[in-house]
């Protein structure tokens, strides 16, 4: 079966950096778009960030341009996202799910296959 194994998240103070990794398995990972999705306390879900199958194309939400970069490492079935310059309103629940951002999300609620998430807090 499907499985996404978030890893990579913690307490980091404000401009740190972090690295969050998924690992996949159960599925053709370097046939599939892969998606970042963050829940922050009392919001609802937003996507971040989406990387097709080969990795040469990736899409942003406008918040995290220029400080996040989505990745993968097909021969290791793996998705990462580089944090820097990390802000207080970057804290939430991170989950990579499988597929482009519209198709993972509906209605606030995830859809398809998601990893259990990771918690990144950004505080001093």
């Known amino acids: 079966q499907v499985q996404l194994v978030e890893s990579g998240g913690g307490l980091v103070q404000p401009g740190g950096s972090l690295r969050l990794s998924c690992a996949a398995s159960g599925f053709t990972f370097s046939s599939y778009f892969m998606s970042w999705v963050r829940k922050a306390p009392g919001k609802g879900l937003e996507w971040v960030s989406d990387?097709?199958?080969?990795?040469?194309?990736?899409y942003y939400v406008d918040s995290v341009k220029g400080r996040f970069t989505i990745s993968r490492d097909n021969a290791k079935n793996t998705l990462y996202l580089q944090m820097n310059s990390l802000k207080p309103e970057d804290t939430a629940v991170y989950y990579c799910?499988?597929?482009?951002?519209?198709?993972?999300?509906?209605?606030?609620?995830?859809?398809?296959?998601w990893g259990q998430g990771t918690q990144v807090t950004v505080s001093s």
């Open positions: 990387i097709n199958s080969s990795g040469g194309t990736t």
């Open positions: 799910a499988r597929g482009r951002g519209v198709t993972v999300i509906a209605g606030n609620a995830p859809v398809g296959s």
